[in-house]
């Protein structure tokens, strides 16, 4: 499965930003999406991941309550709504993927297929 992420951009704390993954495969709703983040100089973190059916969903600990991660598998599409922006917040965003279930959600080498990143600057 191809997958695309989209939606990043400039914008201030405290503002609302959606992010987008677009998947090539219309066998998508079987298959689980994360998103991971990397920062200027840091290593790939967790974000949130979604089940392939979408009735579990994981978050880190530091968007929790903030950032939203959803699907609508009739548009072959995962979503992170994000909130209350911080700009510790700034990374590239990515989207992965696996199909069913990612053994550890939380672990980038769990997850199968990735797409290309979208930036998300957030300006304090």
């Known amino acids: 499965v191809q997958l695309q992420a989209s939606g990043g951009g400039l914008v201030q704390a405290g503002d609302s930003l959606k992010l987008s993954c677009a998947a090539s495969r219309r066998t998508f709703n079987n298959y689980s999406v994360g998103w991971f983040r990397q920062a200027p100089g840091k290593e790939r973190e967790f974000v949130a991941a979604?089940?392939?059916?979408?009735?579990?969903?994981y978050y880190a600990d530091s968007v929790k309550g903030r950032f939203t991660i959803s699907r609508d598998n009739a548009a072959n599409t995962v979503y992170l709504q994000m909130n209350s922006v911080k700009p510790e917040d700034t990374a590239v965003y990515s989207c992965?993927?696996?199909?069913?279930?990612?053994?550890?959600?939380?672990?980038?080498?769990?997850?199968?297929?990735w797409g290309q990143g979208t930036l998300v600057t957030v300006s304090s």
């Open positions: 979604v089940s392939f059916g979408g009735g579990r969903t």
């Open positions: 992965s993927a696996q199909l069913l279930r990612s053994s550890s959600p939380m672990v980038a080498s769990a997850w199968g297929y």
